[in-house]
């Protein structure tokens, strides 16, 4: 496999999608919109929910976005594990009332397969339950039987807050049996680290609805879901997206600037070191966008992670303001992707 860089990896999908006749869209703010069910946004679909309710007319029913999303659910693993970030890029490719789930699983595997250069032994899938649809379309891409695992609601069944939702395929790697538990059954789903989950495509057919039932939505769609650092990570052979090229990058200046040596491992260090990384990228854009630190709601998620990054800093012995001269390396490794980042610089910094 090519060992490609994320911005390179991001720009492959677009155009891909591009090529499939899809709009390709600005990453939304971070902010929500018209949406209460959630702080700040949390994934790909969430600013277009109102594309796939028909309450809003997108731009084109076939669309593809680069998402900019927070999460601060897991904040307490960050820097303790080698994937947990607060801050992550999105991939996703949707359709409103456009095509289904034939066309979503078949350019998927064309991109994994002729674009980035997987090759099918190493994909794994996961359906659904009862989803004989998605499992027949799987078999007629050339997956093999044996590699599609029916799972339940808790792990293919996607929705975040209220609106859109519905049963999902994913696409799993097999990084190789030296990173299994050695079960014989191991496969997607077990809690070891030999299957990485690459891509979820969401059959959105259901608006979930205050009450917690479930309505049908008028057309149904399709959103995908594709972790960028994730994803680099496999092309780039690495386990930790702390060692990703852009986020190494903002990582290494927070070495040199603490002068403190990074062995990626568990050494208190090494986990401050993490963390300032990840949340000089979350904060960064963040305020590009428009939070400030505050006593409440986002406001306060930004303030917490200035205060974590301060005390971390702290803690490595850095005596002078640091966040400020590292954002600079954000938007550096960004700025091309989210050129807010580049024309709100001046007041990010200040
Ligand atoms: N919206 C689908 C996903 O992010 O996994």
Redesign the pocket.
Known sequence: MEKLGLNEIRSRFLKFYESKDHYVGKSASLIPRNDKSILIIN???APLKAYFAGTETPPKKRMCTCQKCIRTGDIDNVGHTARHGTFFE?L?NFSFGDYFKKESLTWGIEFLTEHLGFTMDKLWATVYLDDEEAIGIWKSLGMNPDHIVRLGKEDNF?E?GLGPCGP?SEIFYDRGEEFGCGKPDCKPGCDCDRFLEIW?H?FTQFSKEEDGSYSDLSHPNI???MGLERMACVMQGTDSIFDVDTIKYILDGVVEKSGVAYHDGAEPTDVSIRIITDHLRAMTFMIADGIMPSNEGRGYVLRRLLRRAARHGKILGIKDTFLVELSNRVIEVSGEAYPELVEKKDYIQK
């Open positions: 994934s790909g679909m999105m996703g996607w975040i999902d979820n969401v959103d995908t879901g």
